[in-house]
């Protein structure tokens, strides 16, 4: 059977009504009745959403609120992008079925690469999206309907499933504790959200750490590092850069989550990170010799020179120093 036999069976209900209205209003139901179906896709498998209210009042109740009713309401959108229909496919067959999940797109259902397609189909465009398709949350399977929830988010920004918090740490329990050390970004306190520096959506390669990967760690603007964004004071450009700074990254000494150094290091003794590059063994410092243990200037058994930063002060880089002592 042909969709367009459907059509015609909804006709004589419909000719009814025409059929008992007066006058001119006749006529015009009548063009309406007879022309509609051939103006617009005649015989469409698609039966609008006024059609669902019925049987899912639950769902139709809250559908107003939802950014994806902006398609109903602008009335301009072709019928397979508009409302019910533009996430869960036709209806005919489902409201002749009176329900059922195979007659329908039912996300239930749905493997989840298939969930990420049809949802792509409008929400590609992005840049914010673009790595998708390759980033390790949609390589292991968690997809869109993992992390949104389009009837029932209680967060209505975003339609997330769950507050961000409930929602990241419901997967990744053990940045819990991460957030938890004596020295942290204040993400458990609400001060900060995992998307001040990750994009769950999956990030480009970084300019920073190029062999490292990416983490799903946003970039701002011109592929920086997402810190940069509040701790502008570091971006520079400095006339004298620290290396590692810029190519290695802020990572290399700091540990993004927590720590239970300051200043969020990854050591609890400054010196000792500094001579993990400088200490003359490879090519690091000027003339490739690096800074040697015991030298006229830096003598580590004297405890002065331990303290590194208390001359280099300008560690991240310097505008007026070379060797950042100021
Ligand atoms: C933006 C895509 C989208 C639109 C538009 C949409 N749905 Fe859904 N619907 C989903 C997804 C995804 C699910 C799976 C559950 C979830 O993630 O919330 C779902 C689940 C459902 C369910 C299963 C029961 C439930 O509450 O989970 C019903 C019934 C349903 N939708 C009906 C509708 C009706 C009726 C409309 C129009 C008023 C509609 N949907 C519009 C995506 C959509
Ligand atoms: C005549 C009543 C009726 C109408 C009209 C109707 N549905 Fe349903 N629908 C049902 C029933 C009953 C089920 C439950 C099937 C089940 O749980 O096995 C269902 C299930 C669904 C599901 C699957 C939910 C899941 O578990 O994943 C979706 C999606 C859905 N309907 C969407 C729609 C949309 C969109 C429309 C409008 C185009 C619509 N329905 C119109 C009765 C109806
Ligand atoms: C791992 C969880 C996760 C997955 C998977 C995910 N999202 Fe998101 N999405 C989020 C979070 C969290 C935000 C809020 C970002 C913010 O607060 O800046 C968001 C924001 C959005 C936004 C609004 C902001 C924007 O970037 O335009 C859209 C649209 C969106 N997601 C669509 C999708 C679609 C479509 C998919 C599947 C193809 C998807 N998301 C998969 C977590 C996820
Ligand atoms: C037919 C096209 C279409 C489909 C299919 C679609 N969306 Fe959307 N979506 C939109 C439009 C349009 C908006 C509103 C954008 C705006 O407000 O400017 C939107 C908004 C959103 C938002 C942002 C909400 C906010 O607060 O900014 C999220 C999240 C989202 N969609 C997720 C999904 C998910 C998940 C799916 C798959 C289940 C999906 N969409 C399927 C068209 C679509
Ligand atoms: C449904 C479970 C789930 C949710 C929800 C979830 N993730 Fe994930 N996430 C995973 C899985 C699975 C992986 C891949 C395996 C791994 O590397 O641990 C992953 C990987 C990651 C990675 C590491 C990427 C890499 O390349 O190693 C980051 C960062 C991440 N998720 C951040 C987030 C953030 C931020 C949120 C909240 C917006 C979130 N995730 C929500 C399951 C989830
Ligand atoms: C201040 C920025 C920042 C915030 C906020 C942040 N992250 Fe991260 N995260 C990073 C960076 C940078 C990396 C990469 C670290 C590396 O490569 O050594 C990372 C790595 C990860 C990883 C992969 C490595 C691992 O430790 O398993 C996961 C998973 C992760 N973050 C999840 C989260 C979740 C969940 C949240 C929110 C609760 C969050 N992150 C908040 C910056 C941040
Ligand atoms: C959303 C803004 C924001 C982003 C993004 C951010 N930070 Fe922070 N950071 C802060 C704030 C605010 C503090 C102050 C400490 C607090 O929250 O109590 C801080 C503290 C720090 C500290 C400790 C400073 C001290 O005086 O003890 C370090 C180190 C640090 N951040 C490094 C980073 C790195 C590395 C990144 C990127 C992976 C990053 N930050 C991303 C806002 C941010
Ligand atoms: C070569 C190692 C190294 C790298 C790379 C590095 N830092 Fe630091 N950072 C340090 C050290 C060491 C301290 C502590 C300075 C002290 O003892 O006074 C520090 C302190 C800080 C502080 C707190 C004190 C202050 O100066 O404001 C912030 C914030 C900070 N770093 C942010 C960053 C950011 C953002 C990046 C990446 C752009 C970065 N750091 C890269 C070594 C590094
Ligand atoms: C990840 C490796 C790494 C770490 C950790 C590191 N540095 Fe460096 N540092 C470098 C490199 C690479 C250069 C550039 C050397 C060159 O130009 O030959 C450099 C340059 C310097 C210079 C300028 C002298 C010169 O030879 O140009 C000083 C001073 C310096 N670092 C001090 C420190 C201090 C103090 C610390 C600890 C807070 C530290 N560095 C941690 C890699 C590192
Ligand atoms: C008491 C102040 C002081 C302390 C502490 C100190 N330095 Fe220096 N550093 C200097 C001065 C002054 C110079 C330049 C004179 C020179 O080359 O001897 C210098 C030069 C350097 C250079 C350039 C090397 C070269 O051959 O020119 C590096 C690299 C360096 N320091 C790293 C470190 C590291 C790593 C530490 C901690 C273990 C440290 N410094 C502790 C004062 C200090």
Redesign the pocket.
């Known amino acids: 059977m042909g969709a367009g036999c459907e059509a015609r069976a909804l006709l004589p209900s419909f000719a009814c009504i025409v059929v008992k209205m007066p006058g001119l209003a006749r006529v015009v139901g009548l063009f309406v009745c007879i022309a509609a179906p051939l103006l617009s896709q005649a015989g469409s498998p698609f039966v609008g959403s006024d059609v669902c209210r019925t049987c899912h009042p639950d769902v139709w109740a809250n559908f107003y609120k939802n950014p994806h009713y902006k398609s109903i309401a602008s009335g301009k959108e072709p019928a397979e992008r508009t409302g019910c229909e533009s996430c869960h496919g036709p209806g005919q067959a489902h409201v002749q079925a009176r329900g059922g999940k195979a007659t329908i797109v039912a996300f239930s259902e749905l493997a989840p690469a298939k969930v990420l397609d049809n949802c792509l189909r409008c929400h590609a465009e992005k840049i914010s999206r673009a790595n998708i398709r390759r980033s390790s949350h949609t390589l292991s399977d968690v997809v869109c309907t993992n992390c949104h929830s389009i009837h029932k988010s209680p967060v209505p920004k975003f339609l997330l499933g769950k507050r961000q ?1 409930d929602l ?2 419901g997967c ?1 329990n ?3 504790s ?2 938890s050390m004596p020295f942290k ?1 204040r ?1 458990n306190e609400g001060f ?3 998307t ?3 994009n769950p959506h999956g990030a480009f390669a970084s300019t920073w ?1 190029m062999a ?2 990416p ?3 946003d970039q701002a603007a011109a592929n920086e ?3 940069l964004r509040c701790h502008s004071e570091k971006r520079g450009p400095f006339l004298y850069e620290h290396e590692p700074v810029r190519v290695d990254g ?2 290399t000494c700091h540990y ?2 927590g720590s239970t150094n300051s200043r969020l290091l990854r050591r609890p003794v400054v010196f000792t990170m500094c001579l993990e590059c400088h200490n003359g063994s490879d090519s690091f410092g000027r003339q490739n010799s690096g800074v040697l243990t015991i030298t006229a200037t830096h003598n580590l058994a004297d405890p002065r020179y331990q303290n590194c930063t208390t001359c280099h002060v300008r560690v991240h880089g310097s505008n007026s120093d070379p060797l950042f002592l100021r």
């Open positions: 918090i990241c740490y990744h053990d940045v819990r991460q957030f970004h993400v900060m959200v995992c001040d520096c990750h750490r490292a990967r983490r799903m760690v590092e997402p810190c802020c990572e993004p989550h």
